[in-house]
Nanobody
């Protein structure tokens, strides 16, 4: 069974940076598309970023393009989300998710296409 565990969240001032990590275990990491999603208070969970199994393809929601970078280290079975120039509207619980296979396209933005989820880590950006 796949297990995911996020770390790296915290409180940061607007304009600051954080790097989230998501440790993967239980299956072959390099066989999974990995995604980051977030949920702000009172809002639905939304897609943030995704990366394919080799790390050669990425996708972002428009609101984080140019500020966030998703990456993965298949040797360490970890996916990262580097978040720069953080804004108060980035405040949310961030969760990583895993989807078996290497299919790409709009489906990587859909949370229901991911079978495995971490517990989430809180990111709070103060103004």
């Amino acid at each position: 069974q796949v297990q995911l565990g996020e770390s790296g969240g915290g409180l940061v001032q607007a304009g600051g940076s954080l790097r989230l990590s998501c440790a993967f275990s239980g299956r072959t990491f390099s066989s999974y598309v990995m995604g980051w999603f977030r949920q702000a208070p009172g809002k639905e969970r939304e897609f943030v970023a995704a990366i394919n199994s080799s790390g050669g393809r990425t996708r972002y929601v428009d609101s984080v393009k140019g500020r966030f970078t998703i990456s993965r280290d298949n040797a360490k079975t970890t996916v990262y989300l580097q978040m720069n120039n953080l804004k108060p509207e980035d405040t949310a619980v961030y969760s990583c998710a895993a989807r078996w296979g290497n299919a790409w396209g709009d489906s990587v933005t859909r949370m229901h296409d991911y079978a495995y989820w971490g517990q989430g880590t809180q990111v709070t950006v103060s103004s």
